[in-house]
């Protein structure tokens, strides 16, 4: 079984910056996609951004283009996720997600294709 386990969260102020990581255990890091998610108190968790196996492919939702990056270490199974100029709408428990990477980034953009997840990081982005 793949777990995964997410760090690098905290308290900031707009327009600081956070580099989140997730570490992966178990075997064929580098045949997983990757993505991370976010859920807001009494919000749906929603889609931020994903990363194929090969790292050349990444897709972002809309309210975090420009500004955070997601990228992938596979010698270290591990993935990050960049986020500068953040923003009290910004705030919300972070989860990192694997699934067969096999398709599009696009396909990775919805929580069906991943089969593990983290417990999550809270970010909070104070006004």
């Known amino acids: 079984q793949v777990q995964l386990v997410e760090s690098g969260g905290g308290l900031v102020q707009a327009g600081d910056s956070l580099r989140l990581s997730c570490a992966a255990s178990?075997?064929?890091?580098?045949?997983?996609?990757m993505g991370w998610f976010r859920q807001a108190p009494g919000k749906e968790r929603e889609f931020v951004a994903a990363i194929l196996w090969s790292g050349s492919s990444t897709s972002y939702a809309d309210s975090v283009k420009g500004r955070f990056t997601i990228s992938r270490d596979n010698p270290k199974n591990t993935v990050y996720l960049q986020m500068n100029s953040l923003q009290p709408e910004d705030t919300a428990v972070y989860y990192c997600a694997a699934g067969r990477g096999f398709y599009s980034s696009s396909y990775y953009s919805r929580p069906a294709p991943y089969d593990y997840w983290g417990q999550g990081t809270q970010v909070t982005v104070s006004s």
């Open positions: 178990g075997r064929a890091f580098g045949a997983y996609a």
